[in-house]
């Protein structure tokens, strides 16, 4: 297999995943009130998602885009920490 086939193969499986699968683990979900990913991951479709799921606690951030760029140094560190407490 070559390289551009194992990444062909690999692209392949992920089109067969569901866009928002079913949580099954305790997760935060961290996401900006500016990640709109061009319409395809709009806060209103996150939330829909995290409320079907009783593992998921989600965070919309104020004015925090898609990298992340926006968020206090206060609230990565808080997140982190609670991902180590789970």
Not at 3 to 28: H, N, Q
Not at 53 to 69: A, F, Q, S, W, Y
Request: contains cysteine.
């Amino acid at each position: 297999t070559t390289w551009g086939g194992a990444v062909a193969a690999y692209v392949d499986e992920l089109k067969e995943l569901p866009a928002r699968p079913t949580i099954k683990k305790p997760t935060r979900c961290l996401h900006g009130s500016e990640d709109t990913d061009s319409g395809g991951s709009a806060p209103w479709r996150v939330k829909a998602w995290a409320e079907d799921n009783e593992k998921m606690t989600l965070e919309i951030l104020p004015g925090v885009d898609h990298g992340l760029r926006g968020l206090s140094w206060s609230d990565f560190q808080e997140a982190v920490e609670w991902s180590v407490d789970v």
